[in-house]
């Protein structure tokens, strides 16, 4: 009965009801065989099965990289459109992230950038560790990026005017302001003294290096007194502040420029909105340190579009050397 029981009721064809059948009546109305059938897997070779993906670096799309959604008003475009017009939407013209190939290709003449102090590196005089190594966050920050460091200097030309020029990388450590920063930016100011270069300053940062923890802070001041020695040389500098420019950065170098530009909508302030917020107990204004603010309140001179920047240097860099050619 035991062996009945485990098979399930099945059809009989003496009486037209559901029953269970022994053995050899089931061999004898159906010819079923009593040896377990085949499975599935003997009979058809099957795929291998996709192997689980947990990670999100590990996940993929049909069509991954071939569109892009913009982050200002959603819409959904192909990538070329995006990369032709150097990361700024066609529909809406929302200032999207770029790098600093990016940059060099729509600013600088043929995108070429004849860098110094591309040797300097960082070390890790702290030994600093906040559950992983200074050094091993370096190692990470450079393999993703391909940048040594979260600032390129060098000489350029920008519309046939020859300049001293840097960029901050925001996708190194949040282009924090380490000791190579600081020291990459005296170089940018002392070599454009000595070839007698105005000096236009691409900034996007999140302030200081928190690794690198006073060194850090002192790169602040090194920077502005190799700005200073410029400015008695009356050799002009532009700060051009893109999205986002803070912290350390912006209290030093990139609100000190003879003009000062920013990208619409960029965000250009030393502490958060919350963290004033907190402190002073009052509810800030609409659109507090965005761009178009700041140039209402005459913290920057001048807000321009991506398209229009290279021929607004052009211009400024003109009526500044008033004529003088490097």
């Not at 920013?262 to 509810?283: H, S």
Request: proline residues 5%; aromatic residues 6%.
């Amino acid at each position: 009965m035991a062996e009945c029981c485990a098979r399930g009721p099945e059809y009989t064809a003496s009486d037209g009801k559901f029953g269970y059948v022994r053995g050899p009546a089931r061999r004898r109305h159906h010819g079923v065989s009593t040896q377990p059938s085949p499975r599935l897997s003997d009979l058809v070779s099957l795929p291998e099965k996709t192997p689980l993906q947990t990670r999100e670096e590990d996940k993929r799309s049909l069509g991954q990289g071939l569109f892009r959604k913009c982050d200002g008003c959603g819409l959904v475009l192909a990538s070329e459109q995006f990369t032709d017009h150097f990361e700024v939407c066609t529909s809406c013209g929302h200032h999207h992230p770029m790098g600093i190939a990016g940059w060099c290709r729509l600013l600088l003449d043929d995108g070429a950038l004849d860098l110094w102090g591309s040797e300097l590196r960082s070390a890790d005089p702290l030994e600093f560790h906040d559950g992983r190594a200074y050094t091993e966050r370096l190692a990470k920050a450079t393999q993703t990026t391909q940048e040594s460091d979260a600032i390129r200097v060098g000489q350029a030309s920008i519309a046939g005017v020859p300049v001293g020029f840097g960029c901050f990388a925001f996708s190194f450590m949040g282009g924090s302001m380490g000791s190579v920063v600081g020291e990459r930016i005296a170089l940018l100011f002392e070599g454009a003294l000595e070839r007698g270069l105005p000096v236009v300053l691409v900034h996007a940062s999140g302030g200081a290096r928190m690794q690198e923890g006073i060194l850090s802070l002192m790169q602040m001041a090194k920077g502005v007194a190799a700005l200073s020695r410029l400015r008695d040389a009356k050799l002009p500098y532009i700060s051009l502040c893109i999205h986002p420019t803070t912290g350390g950065v912006a209290a030093s170098t990139a609100l000190l420029g003879d003009v000062n530009i920013a990208e619409p909508n960029a965000l250009v302030g030393f502490a958060g909105a919350r963290v004033i917020e907190n402190t002073i107990k009052a509810k800030l204004p609409e659109g507090f340190q965005r761009s178009e603010f700041l140039l209402e309140h005459g913290m920057v001179d001048q807000v321009v579009p991506r398209a229009e920047l290279k021929q607004s240097l052009r211009r400024i860099l003109g009526i500044l050397m008033g004529g003088r050619r490097p």
